[in-house]
């Protein structure tokens, strides 16, 4: 059961690039969530998608773009990182929200230098 | 708006000491809470919940029972263990919405 997996672990990124961060589930769940958590901080929510081809804004999603093409795969899109954007990333699944855990990934941790 | 108020830490026990971490929440309907576990260099992962009033989730020795009076979800252990040094997140979903809602995290050090 390989559950949600993100790719990749690590990344160090100049200020300006761009990358998509992978997020995979193999649980069929509809809905789909991505988060960062910067240090000692707890989590807050970018964006989530409900289903394929459906998704909405959180509460931060100011440089960051999200698809939903398929039920599952969910990646992130990073347009000319900034400093700011320096966190560890974890995206999660959920079959529905309501009273519903979410699995997560083990997290994608960026650097923007 | 809907949320979640957790105690801050960092929280530093001894072994086998008891412990609570407090959360309360606001919610505009009725929630779905959730106890939440991250270990070092992981991800979240579930430790118990519970889906309505008076409700007890139990989970490795953790409890927290789902007080609607009071709004809160605390979190308690009676005799901690090194390994259950982890940061704790609580949460809340509800069944009106798409999103759920954490708190800020607790950071536990537990030391022999």
């Known amino acids: 059961n390989a559950g949600v997996t993100q790719t990749p672990k690590f990344r160090i990124l100049k200020i300006g690039q761009s990358m998509t961060l992978q997020c995979t589930q193999d649980?069929?769940?509809?809905?789909m969530y991505w988060y960062r958590q910067d240090p000692g901080m707890g989590l807050k929510l970018i964006y989530y998608?409900?289903?394929?081809?459906?998704?909405d804004k959180g509460e931060v999603p100011n440089g960051y773009n999200v698809s939903r093409s398929t039920t599952e795969d969910f990646p992130l899109r990073l347009e000319l990182a900034a400093p700011s954007q320096t966190s560890v990333y974890f995206c999660?699944?959920?079959?529905?929200?309501?009273?519903?855990?979410?699995?997560f990934g083990p997290g994608t941790r960026l650097t923007v230098t | 708006g809907d949320s979640v108020t957790q105690m801050e830490g960092p929280v530093t026990l001894s072994e086998e000491a008891c412990l609570t971490i407090?959360?309360?929440?606001?919610?505009?309907?009725?929630?779905?809470l959730f106890w939440y576990v991250q270990y070092p260099g992981e991800g979240l992962q579930l430790l118990l919940k519970?889906?309505?009033?008076?409700d007890k989730g139990s989970n490795k020795g953790f409890e927290a029972t789902y007080r609607k009076e009071t709004t809160s979800f605390h979190l308690e252990k009676g005799s901690v263990q090194v390994s259950d040094s982890a940061v704790y997140f609580c949460a809340l979903s509800l069944s009106t919405g798409n999103q759920f809602y954490f708190g800020t995290g607790t950071s536990l050090t537990v030391i022999p």
């Open positions: 519970a889906t309505k009033a008076d």
């Open positions: 998608s409900v289903g394929a081809g459906i998704t």
């Open positions: 407090n959360c309360t929440y606001t919610a505009t309907g009725y929630p779905s």
């Open positions: 649980m069929n769940h509809n809905y």
């Open positions: 999660a699944s959920s079959p529905k929200a309501d009273y519903y855990e979410q699995y």
